[in-house]
């Protein structure tokens, strides 16, 4: 899916091309930024992501452009595993710090558009995911820069994820279909790593391109939200928002910003709801090939009512009918309250967490025994126990994890920054 990017302001023209890069950027934002933010854990006045950047220890390792090269076998097609506005995702293997051991799998993503934005994009990447820290967000290892005179060249070395993103699994048949549990555990994650950003830093981060491709899944397809080039510092206080440029994904960005420009952490929780009927319809955003009452997902849903007899007909079938109904009602409910018009009406992302943690124990409860779920009928009372080898297994397992995650309802953790010490950057 497209990014749009609509530009209010001019500075770009008076910018040069090859830009600047991390030390003169932080300049310029740290002037701008004595905040102070409404954070749950902010006491003093907190600093800006520069200037935690400068602060904090991310150890983020600096590449040369010739070791990523090898890395990726000079950018072989054959290593190629995405694509996306920013550009081309190379898997590759990268020597361990201490140069011994075997090579450390990573994703190497590399800017292929030359230009400002594209170096903005890449600052804000390394700024944020250089102080953020959270098992739901993807981790940065390192990245390079260098300015030749053929132009930029700037790069990202993540962790690797295996298991590609939540949009490959909801919407490309070449994957088998997630089950519901994976569902809700992925979007629970997701929630997680966007109450941290929102509310548990000493500022607050808006993310800003909440969608299914930026979830990105690890090998035991826990959610880590990737993509950080659109996000931005919360507003200052005493400001309600952020007047920015409109930048985003259509299909997921808030109509309220879309018209005003003003950002808030609102905006991402609209787009989450936008991902929450992804999951339940296995129906993207937007989706041009269908008839025109079901292009836009937001507007089908809306004839099919969480509390109405027909909702059940929205859900993905190829889920085949291995879901709890009560479940998909909730997450509908829950969807539509981030879905309203007036942002300031809509959950907090740790409301959102909390609501998720309760739908998932209340899931496992009623799996185990006997096991329940829907039969594509109307109501509860049509929910049926699913007979089948391993189900008693996979709830026993499932069980044994959800005891675990509702030791936390009702208190998100409370995750603050460790000094460690400062990443370098040249
Ligand atoms: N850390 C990673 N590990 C493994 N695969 C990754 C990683 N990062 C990205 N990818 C793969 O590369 C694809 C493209 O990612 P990218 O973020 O560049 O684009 P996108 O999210 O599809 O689009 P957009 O540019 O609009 O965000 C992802 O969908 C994923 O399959
Ligand atoms: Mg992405």
Same mark, same amino acid.
Not at 184 to 206: D, K, R
Not at 280 to 289: A, I, M, N, V
Not at 397 to 415: D, P, T
């Given at each position: ?154 790069? *990202? ?39 941290? *950003?929102?509310? &548990? ?32 510092? /919360? ?37 989450? /709801? ?106 509860? &009372? ?5 007979? /089948? ?38």
């Amino acid at each position: 899916m497209k990014c749009f990017h609509y530009f209010k302001d001019r500075s770009r023209s008076r910018l040069q091309k090859s830009a600047p890069i991390l030390n003169n950027q932080s300049k310029t934002d740290t002037s701008e930024a004595q905040r102070v933010i409404k954070s749950s854990c902010s006491a003093t006045s907190p600093r800006s992501i520069p200037e935690l950047y400068e602060e904090k220890a991310q150890n983020l390792r600096v590449f040369t452009f010739s070791e990523l090269k090898q890395a990726t076998n000079n950018f072989s097609r054959l290593l190629k595993i995405g694509e996306g506005g920013f550009g081309s995702v190379y898997k590759g293997g990268i020597k361990p710090v201490e140069g011994k051991g075997d090579p450390i799998v990573v994703a190497i993503k590399k800017l292929n558009r030359d230009g400002y934005q594209g170096h903005k994009q890449w600052v804000a990447e390394v700024h944020f995911l250089g102080v953020v820290e959270h098992p739901n967000l993807v981790k940065l290892i390192g990245y390079c820069a260098v300015d030749g005179e053929r132009g930029i060249q700037r790069l *990202l070395v993540y962790e690797y994820m295996p298991n590609k993103s939540l949009e490959d699994h909801l919407f490309h048949k070449d994957y088998p279909p997630l089950s519901w549990d994976s569902r809700l555990q992925i979007v629970l994650g997701a929630a997680e790593g966007l109450a941290y *950003l929102h509310e &548990e830093l000493e500022i607050q981060v808006i993310y800003r391109d909440f969608k299914s491709s930026n979830v990105l899944l690890d090998d035991k397809f826990k959610a880590k939200l990737s993509d950080f080039g659109l996000a931005r510092e /919360g507003p200052k206080a005493g400001h309600s928002h952020v007047s920015t440029a409109v930048v985003g994904t259509y299909g997921y960005a808030a109509p309220d910003y879309i018209e005003t420009g003003h950002l808030t952490s609102k905006s991402d929780v609209w787009s989450f /709801g936008v991902v929450l009927y992804e999951i339940l319809t296995g129906r993207r955003s937007l989706e041009r090939d269908r008839p025109k009452s079901e292009q836009k997902l937001l507007e089908w849903v809306k004839q099919y009512p969480a509390e109405s007899r027909k909702f059940g007909m929205i859900i993905d079938s190829r889920l085949e009918n291995q879901y709890s109904i009560s479940a998909a009602r909730k997450i509908a409910k829950l969807a539509d309250s981030c879905l309203v018009k007036s942002a300031k009406d809509r959950p907090r992302m740790s409301k959102v967490v909390e609501t998720l943690k309760q739908i998932v124990v209340q899931v496992a409860a009623a799996e185990s025994p006997p096991m329940k779920y829907a039969d594509g009928a109307e109501d509860e &009372e049509n929910e049926h126990p699913v007979k /089948g080898v391993g189900a008693s297994e996979s709830a026993k397992r499932r069980m044994a994890h959800l005891a675990k995650i509702s030791e936390h309802i009702g208190g998100v953790s409370r995750r603050r920054f460790m000094i460690m010490h400062r990443a370098k950057v040249t």
